[in-house]
């Protein structure tokens, strides 16, 4: 039987939900807005209906599906932890390249090969970039612009600087100037600066990440004194003011794509993805991707020509929320030095739940649907792949018949040993 509160109970959680102490302390002070940190109500207030965003972008059949509600969850834990590193430390005048997407910040289906990092900049600024350039396959700067007059338009890639290009000294370091115009009188590498761009960022792409280095990068602004003075209260409102919708659309921007694919017939399928026009993609890369739908004892085949010329290639998978398949502690990525090339100059690889014992394999890493997707960067063509769906048990049918065999402890340790090199990579 619940007993009653007597009145002094009463009373003391009055006091208490007042923010009066036992003791008799005065209620913490608060702002003229009646909070003690102005602005972070709003934020909150300002996310509360973000999950049902999310849901009405899936198929209705998904909608109810426990598991995706929850990973809807992970997805918005991603957002706004991109969005808060941004909102702490990015400043144009102080510039800093900050994580942006990779294994924990997997928003915008991020390839597992590549690490990026964005700043903020200010077009009519002057920047010097330097570092070390290391040795991995691509390492490129974009400058981005954003559409629209209130900034929330689509993101375009104006152009891109490729620091593998640039002189180095004896100690592999290089030293670029990046600004509206080139100084009179100066030798060293430069690029220019676009009127429109509003943010750098780098994509670093390994295809051998035990053996390629990583390069490093800083970057300062010239034009601006290097001290930073304490941030004012209005400017550090306007972040937190800003933070909410920038979450809301970065976990709304691509999760609609996968339900997207499946009313246009691409299941099993695959067709061309513009990434380039609208999502900042890199100039020079051709994507495709399509919706697969496996059950347990079933496989895709994948199977494409590879181009006689071409400086990287990979293929991934998502999940229905268009997040990366974990790539890190599965093996749910190829690229061109982790697959084999078949003797007839043709990629086969095999997607499935279950190992198939073959060398060229993509774990779904336990999710029956999900998303395929593929680049060729720098190639001298673009093929595009076929799918064919299969039963698992059938999958050497497909395939050549000097194709190796992979054996449980050998997936194993090839897994471990593919773990232990992504984290040897500068990922922070």
Avoid at 228 to 247: G, Q, V
Wanted: hydrophobic share 35%.
């Amino acid at each position: 039987m619940r007993r009653k509160l007597q009145r002094p109970a009463m009373s003391m959680l009055a006091a208490l939900s007042l923010g009066i102490a036992s003791s008799g302390h005065a209620q913490t002070p608060v702002g003229a807005d009646g909070e003690v940190t102005p602005g972070w109500t709003d934020f909150l207030d300002g996310l509360r209906d973000l999950p049902t965003r999310i849901l009405e972008k899936l198929p209705a059949a998904q909608q109810s599906d426990p598991q995706i509600r929850q990973e809807i969850g992970r997805l918005m834990l991603e957002a706004l932890a991109a969005r808060s590193l941004e909102a702490v430390s990015a400043d144009p005048e102080h510039p800093v390249f900050l994580p942006s997407l990779n294994q924990t910040l997997n928003i915008y289906q991020p390839n597992s090969d590549t690490i990026y990092k964005e700043a903020l900049i200010d077009p009519a600024g002057s920047y010097r970039l330097r570092g070390t350039r290391g040795s991995v396959r691509i390492f490129k700067l974009g400058q981005m612009s954003v559409a629209g007059a209130d900034g929330t338009g689509p993101v375009v890639p104006l152009a891109y600087g490729d620091f593998n290009a640039l002189a180095t000294d004896e100690d592999g370091r290089y030293d670029v100037l990046l600004s509206p115009v080139k100084p009179e009188g100066y030798e060293g590498d430069w690029w220019k600066l676009e009127p429109g761009a509003r943010s750098l960022v780098i994509r670093q792409v390994s295809a051998d990440w035990g053996k390629e280095r990583d390069p490093t990068v800083a970057i300062e602004r010239l034009d601006k004194p290097v001290q930073r003075p304490r941030e004012s209260a209005a400017s550090l409102r306007k972040r937190m003011d800003e933070l909410a919708a920038r979450t809301a659309r970065t976990a709304l921007f691509l999760v609609g794509i996968p339900g997207e694919l499946r009313e246009q017939g691409y299941v099993n399928k695959l067709r061309i993805f513009d990434v380039i026009s609208g999502m900042g993609g890199l100039i020079g890369q051709f994507y495709y991707h399509g919706v697969y739908e496996l059950a347990d004892d079933e496989a895709l085949i994948l199977e494409t020509t590879v181009p006689s010329q071409c400086g990287y290639y990979s293929t991934i998978l998502t999940n229905d929320l268009f997040e990366t398949t974990d790539w890190v502690n599965n093996q749910s990525s190829l690229n061109d030095t982790q697959s084999q090339v078949d003797k007839d100059g043709k990629l086969r690889i095999v997607i499935s739940a279950r190992d198939p014992g073959v060398p060229n394999w993509l774990d779904t890493a336990g999710n029956p649907t999900g998303v395929v997707q593929g680049r060729w960067t720098d190639c001298n063509a673009q093929p595009m792949p076929s799918l064919k769906k299969i039963k698992l048990a059938e999958v050497r049918k497909y395939l050549p018949a000097d194709t190796p065999t992979v054996s449980g402890e050998q997936r194993e340790q090839q897994v471990r040993d593919r773990r232990a090199a992504f984290l040897q990579r500068i990922l922070w």
